[in-house]
């Protein structure tokens, strides 16, 4: 478990920094603004790959058994995640409604996991990737996040629609094989 805890740790730790912008505009002034990105990649790398691994070595410890229901709710709360997911990287009217789409997306895909994952590795999982997402919506409000207010045809939620959709898809198709879980019980 510890593994876990440390990935998450350096993952989300990095992640962290944006959010400071005077460290952040210090630190790409002294090291320039490409080493900045390359450091923030390579550290977000390292705390995935270390994620993944103590998600999968940790041991399972149940705190809670998760009713029936919630795994009829899961594959509903995924859809919109990831439509919101795709809004986050394609021109929509989503973000005319929100200005964080990526983080309401991740927020949904969290919690959703957390309604049918009660062992504590998955708690530590999910609950730091909703608990992210919920700061940074906080902490980049704060800093002024900007709403887009252009007005896109149609034409462009419709093909966020369908890519959303089709990630989704193929997620659950796949997430047997990549996690060892059916995604649709």
């Known amino acids: 478990m510890i593994i876990l805890v ?62 029936f229901w919630t795994y009829k709710i899961m594959p509903l709360l995924m859809v919109p995640a990831f439509i919101l997911m795709a809004a986050a990287g394609m021109k929509s009217n989503i973000k005319r409604f929100t200005r964080h789409p990526q983080l309401w997306g991740v927020t949904l895909w969290a919690g959703g996991h957390l309604l049918v994952n009660g062992d504590l590795s998955s708690l530590l999982l ?7 997402s919920l700061y940074d919506m906080w902490s980049a409000n704060r800093r002024g996040a900007l709403q887009q207010t ?36």
């Open 126 to 132: 999910f609950g730091s990737f909703l608990l992210f």
């Open 6 to 67: 440390i990935g998450i740790v350096v993952f989300f730790g990095i992640h962290l920094l944006p959010g400071f912008t005077r460290t952040r505009q210090a630190l790409i002034e002294r090291f320039g603004d490409r080493t900045y990105r390359g450091v923030f990649a390579l550290f977000s790398f390292v705390g995935l790959i270390l994620i993944i691994w103590g998600k999968a070595a940790a041991d399972a410890v149940f705190i809670y058994a998760s009713p």
């Open 150 to 185: 252009e007005k896109l045809p149609l034409i462009k939620d419709v093909q966020v629609l369908v890519a959303g959709t089709l990630v989704a898809v193929i997620v659950a198709f796949v997430h047997p094989w990549l996690f060892g879980v059916r995604a649709i019980v």
